[in-house]
């Protein structure tokens, strides 16, 4: 009954102010106040005395508010059982702007160092499939995955990567359905957690190496224990394993 009864000496006073904004509406003029002599002034500016700029722009502005926002506005706030204000009622009826999306990042491609270059070269020997802008002697080169689903036979790199969950699981994919046997992939270091889940059904070797501005380097295939002599001098190798289900695999 009390928040009733301020709720409804709220709703008064807006009301009152609300027609006072809109008999201000019509008779306020631009333009500055005047003394004519001390103790008077000449309201040029259609302002009655006693009301200050701010409080006329404030009336007029909860004057313009459509009837029935503000009577939406008063209901909202018997609903959630707080005390209605003119502030309160200009926001209420302010249009709401929809939040922009922040740009996402652009991913920044995993560049290989040429050290590491040379040792997935050394582990994957003859390399039939290229993915990337990477200089290193290959069979053919695909653009992109799309490129690499078409041609994928033997041993691929994929360099240049960006997107870590996409590469690992279609390349994945494309060995447990036999169409290459050994696979290594620049994965950037800027990666979420949701990768994890991509590694687990590998099974994947990583190799993680100190340095930040290096890619993690992971490998799929049967050369996992060649993979882990080679770069073990780069950083720590990860030997994930996990049950995989489709075609056994050596």
């Not at 997935?120 to 290193?136: A, Y």
């Not at 036979?153 to 050994?182: F, H, Y």
Request: positive net charge; aromatic residues 6%.
């Amino acid at each position: 009954m009390a928040f009733e009864e301020l709720l409804r000496l709220a709703v008064f006073r807006l009301e009152v102010e609300r027609e006072l904004g809109a008999q201000l509406a019509q008779v306020v003029r631009s333009g500055p106040r005047r003394k004519l002599s001390p103790g008077m002034t000449n309201s040029t500016d259609g302002i009655p005395d006693g009301i200050t700029r701010n409080q006329s722009a404030a009336y007029q502005k909860l004057a313009a508010i459509p009837e029935e926002v503000f009577r939406g506005y008063v209901e909202k706030s018997r609903e959630i059982r707080k005390v209605p204000s003119s502030a309160g009622a200009r926001r209420f009826a302010r249009p709401s702007t929809p939040r922009r999306a922040s740009p996402r990042k652009r991913p920044v491609p995993a560049i290989i160092p040429d050290a590491l270059l040379e040792a997935c070269v050394r582990c994957l020997g003859d390399i039939d499939v290229l993915v990337g802008n990477t200089k290193v002697k290959a069979s053919k080169r695909a653009a992109g995955l799309s490129g690499l689903a078409t041609a994928a036979r033997g041993s691929v790199l994929v360099a240049d990567g960006v997107d870590a969950a996409d590469e690992l699981s279609t390349v994945a994919r494309l060995w447990l359905s036999g169409r290459i046997n050994e696979a290594i992939v620049a994965l950037p270091r800027d990666i979420d957690a949701s990768w994890w889940a991509t590694v687990r059904p590998g099974p994947w070797s990583l190799c993680i190496p100190p340095d930040r501005g290096a890619p993690i380097i992971a490998h799929i295939g049967g050369r996992a224990h060649g993979f882990a002599l080679v770069f073990a001098a780069f950083g720590v190798v990860v030997d994930v394993r996990a049950q995989v289900t489709g075609k056994a695999r050596a």
